[in-house]
């Protein structure tokens, strides 16, 4: 059983540019969780989603961040018109129900030049 | 919303010593208080975990304790190796689904 797989491991964008964040859970997990991790900082919740449904995007920012995660295929974070402040480690996890331990997957490491 | 708050940031001690990390949090509804292991560059390992109907936790060398009422809970880590050098985080949530982290504690553990 492969764990939380992320792609990519690193991605590189230009100011302006858009980036999509692909994460698959682990088999049997429905619930799958995004994280935003700063340097030197710890893990801030983002978005938390089931299929085909956001159940809590408390911690999203309210522009440019949106989170998907369909019938078919991986979960999406998508950062429209990214900025150096989106530099970051942006980690995914899932579960396979709410009240359940929660697994990383290994991260994507977004660096805005 | 719930806030995490963690101490020491940094913590040094010899090979066999022990090392505690402390955690407070706000929100009286929260019940799953879990530690994550991070090494440079990779993803947070779930080391122990606790829920609010235990006070205690001990697995091997790394034990966890609870304390409601003051709302901290404390990582304890005995005969520590230098493979424990890592930035340890607390987290806690009402499930275990959207967690709450503390800020870390890099632990450095020297020969």
């Known amino acids: 059983n492969a764990g939380v797989m992320q792609n990519p491991r690193h991605l590189v964008r230009r100011r302006g540019q858009e980036a999509r964040l692909r994460c698959s859970p682990m088999k049997g997990h429905s619930h799958v969780y995004w994280y935003r991790q700063l340097p030197e900082e710890g893990l801030k919740f983002m978005v938390y989603?089931?299929?085909?449904?956001?159940?809590?995007e408390s911690g999203m920012p309210k522009e440019r961040f949106s989170a998907e995660f369909p019938k078919e295929g991986p979960s999406i974070l998508r950062i429209q018109q990214v900025v150096r402040g989106d530099s970051a480690a942006y980690f995914c996890a899932s579960s396979p129900g709410d009240n359940t331990e929660a697994f990383f997957g290994q991260g994507t490491r977004l660096t805005v030049v | 919303g719930e806030n995490v708050e963690q101490h020491p940031s940094t913590l040094s001690v010899q090979e066999g010593d022990s090392a505690v990390i402390k955690c407070t949090y706000s929100?009286?509804?929260?019940?799953?208080f879990p530690w994550y292991k991070q090494e440079l560059g990779k993803r947070p390992q779930l080391i122990i975990d606790i829920r609010s109907n235990v006070g205690e936790k001990k697995d091997q060398r790394i034990a966890v304790t609870l304390n409601k009422t003051a709302k901290h809970f404390s990582l304890h880590i005995t005969e520590t190796q230098p493979e424990d050098s890592a930035v340890y985080f607390c987290?806690?949530?009402?499930?275990?689904?959207?967690?709450?982290f503390g800020t870390g504690t890099r632990l450095q553990v020297t020969l």
């Open positions: 929100d009286s509804a929260s019940n799953y």
């Open positions: 987290a806690a949530s009402i499930t275990a689904s959207k967690l709450t």
């Open positions: 989603l089931q299929k085909e449904n956001i159940i809590d």
